[in-house]
């Protein structure tokens, strides 16, 4: 007689492959959870803030927020804002947010504001206006938007 | 007059079309829908490799913005070449997209995805939760899909499978990405669970996007052993904004 603790069945391959697979699932899973849990919690995600009032007033000091009055060049194209007192409003800096988190995110991930110069944020969102549908108007509050995050997050 | 109205038109299109967005995945769906007013021509290759046998299947997509949040895919044209039966006509197909929430300001950006195509003998819906999340340069995407098909003569034949899917991708540069994806398949043959059909797939993806076009290519190996499934698969879609 043998002791089936000493010697325990063998389970059929197919069983044992089965039980194996069934784990994978599990583990992918777990594995995301936890690289979301890091991600949300380190310096790369997202920093999108909400329109404040404190942004709109910004441009007042800063005057490089509202790119509806800035000049344009020889092709049309915005250029540096004027060294002129201006308001933008909030309901211009919600627009461009949503714009900003909506229609720039169907091509890459949102690029942190502070990696480019004020005049690099101007000439890209001009670039890519066309390819992300946005009009003349649509283009100036994602611009408008940034310059504001730019001029009072930091 | 009228070829010279045709001929302007078709000329101003690609002034008047604008981008509908870049793929990060090729068997994953991602949250955002493509801005109002934009076209974009989508042209998908799968090979398949199996235990002496190659498929091809070939899908051209037409995708067009209608909202902010409303996307309508067209499918006129789904092929595919079979090692022993040669070429075959799979019909069209029509999907819609509408997006609920944003992957970036919302907890989790969520879309919802309704297919039906429509061939000879055969009928098929699929539907799909999809669920991502953009941590800086990182995309995490899941998707869970129903997919429900008749077929065969009188549309008698019924099958019904559950798929979920996982993907990540990192962005190197602007224009590359890299990533992995990874398919959990629940198959159900008359709508039944007896053959216990279950297939997982897993593999690397990398996409290239330039100006006003895209390339994803993503390669998937079977990790189960299911005989009639892909032992590997190559997908490439490519995207064109006029």
């Given at each position: 007689?043998?002791?089936?603790?000493?010697?325990?069945?063998?389970?059929?391959?197919?069983?044992?492959?089965?039980?194996?697979?069934?784990?994978?699932?599990?583990?992918?899973?777990?594995?995301?959870l936890?690289?979301?849990?890091?991600?949300?919690?380190?310096e790369?995600?997202?920093?999108?803030?909400?329109?404040?009032?404190?942004?709109?007033?910004a441009?007042?000091?800063?005057?490089?927020?509202?790119?509806?009055?800035?000049?344009?060049?020889?092709?049309?194209?915005?250029?540096?804002?004027?060294?002129?007192?201006?308001?933008?409003?909030?309901?211009?800096?919600?627009?461009?947010?949503?714009l900003?988190?909506?229609?720039?995110?169907?091509?890459?991930?949102?690029?942190?504001?502070?990696?480019?110069t004020?005049?690099?944020?101007?000439?890209?969102?001009?670039?890519?206006?066309?390819?992300?549908?946005?009009?003349?108007?649509?283009?100036?509050?994602?611009?408008?938007?940034?310059?504001?995050?730019?001029a009072?997050?930091? | 007059?009228?070829?010279?109205?045709?001929?302007?038109?078709?000329?101003?299109?690609?002034?008047?079309?604008?981008?509908?967005?870049?793929?990060?995945?090729?068997?994953?769906?991602?949250?955002?829908?493509?801005?109002p007013?934009?076209?974009e021509?989508?042209?998908?290759?799968?090979?398949?490799?199996?235990?002496?046998?190659?498929?091809v299947?070939?899908?051209?997509?037409?995708?067009?913005?209608?909202?902010?949040?409303?996307?309508?895919?067209?499918?006129?044209?789904?092929?595919?070449?079979?090692?022993d039966?040669?070429?075959?006509?799979?019909?069209?197909?029509?999907?819609?997209?509408?997006?609920?929430?944003?992957?970036v300001?919302?907890?989790?950006?969520?879309?919802?995805?309704?297919?039906?195509?429509?061939?000879?003998?055969?009928?098929?819906?699929e539907?799909?939760?999809?669920?991502?999340?953009?941590?800086?340069?990182?995309i995490l995407?899941?998707?869970?899909?129903?997919?429900?098909?008749?077929?065969?003569?009188?549309?008698?034949?019924?099958?019904?499978?559950?798929?979920?899917?996982v993907?990540?991708?990192?962005?190197?540069?602007?224009r590359?990405?890299?990533?992995i994806?990874?398919?959990?398949?629940?198959?159900?043959?008359?709508?039944?669970?007896?053959?216990?059909?279950?297939n997982?797939?897993?593999?690397?993806?990398?996409?290239?996007?330039?100006?006003?076009?895209?390339?994803?290519?993503?390669?998937?190996?079977?990790?189960?052993?299911?005989?009639?499934?892909?032992?590997f698969?190559?997908?490439?879609?490519?995207?064109?904004?006029?």
């Amino acid at each position: 007689m043998t002791n089936p603790h000493l010697n325990p069945l063998p389970q059929p391959e197919g069983e044992e492959d089965a039980k194996r697979l069934a784990r994978v699932p599990r583990l992918v899973l777990t594995l995301s959870l936890i690289s979301i849990s890091q991600l949300a919690s380190c310096e790369s995600t997202n920093y999108v803030p909400p329109v404040t009032a404190k942004m709109a007033s910004a441009n007042s000091r800063r005057q490089d927020v509202d790119p509806s009055t800035h000049s344009t060049d020889a092709q049309g194209r915005p250029s540096l804002p004027p060294r002129r007192a201006n308001t933008t409003s909030l309901a211009k800096l919600h627009e461009g947010r949503t714009l900003f988190v909506h229609r720039c995110i169907e091509c890459h991930t949102l690029p942190a504001m502070w990696r480019y110069t004020t005049k690099d944020w101007i000439e890209i969102v001009n670039s890519m206006s066309h390819r992300a549908s946005l009009k003349p108007a649509e283009r100036d509050a994602v611009i408008a938007y940034i310059l504001a995050v730019r001029a009072t997050e930091r | 007059m009228k070829k010279l109205t045709l001929s302007t038109l078709f000329l101003a299109l690609p002034a008047m079309c604008v981008f509908a967005g870049v793929r990060h995945f090729t068997y994953l769906y991602e949250a955002p829908t493509a801005p109002p007013g934009s076209i974009e021509l989508e042209n998908g290759v799968t090979w398949a490799h199996g235990a002496g046998w190659n498929d091809v299947f070939i899908r051209e997509e037409i995708e067009v913005g209608i909202t902010d949040r409303l996307q309508l895919g067209i499918y006129p044209l789904d092929w595919s070449h079979h090692s022993d039966g040669g070429f075959e006509y799979n019909g069209g197909a029509v999907e819609l997209i509408y997006n609920v929430s944003n992957p970036v300001v919302d907890p989790v950006g969520i879309s919802l995805y309704q297919e039906i195509s429509v061939a000879r003998q055969h009928f098929e819906s699929e539907s799909k939760l999809i669920a991502q999340k953009n941590f800086g340069r990182w995309i995490l995407d899941y998707n869970a899909t129903v997919e429900a098909e008749w077929e065969e003569k009188g549309l008698e034949e019924q099958n019904g499978e559950l798929q979920e899917a996982v993907g990540a991708s990192y962005e190197i540069s602007p224009r590359l990405s890299i990533g992995i994806e990874f398919l959990h398949e629940f198959v159900f043959p008359d709508w039944r669970d007896d053959e216990k059909i279950r297939n997982v797939f897993a593999g690397p993806n990398i996409s290239y996007r330039h100006q006003s076009w895209f390339v994803t290519v993503t390669a998937l190996a079977q990790a189960t052993d299911t005989p009639d499934e892909a032992d590997f698969q190559l997908r490439t879609i490519f995207g064109l904004g006029f």
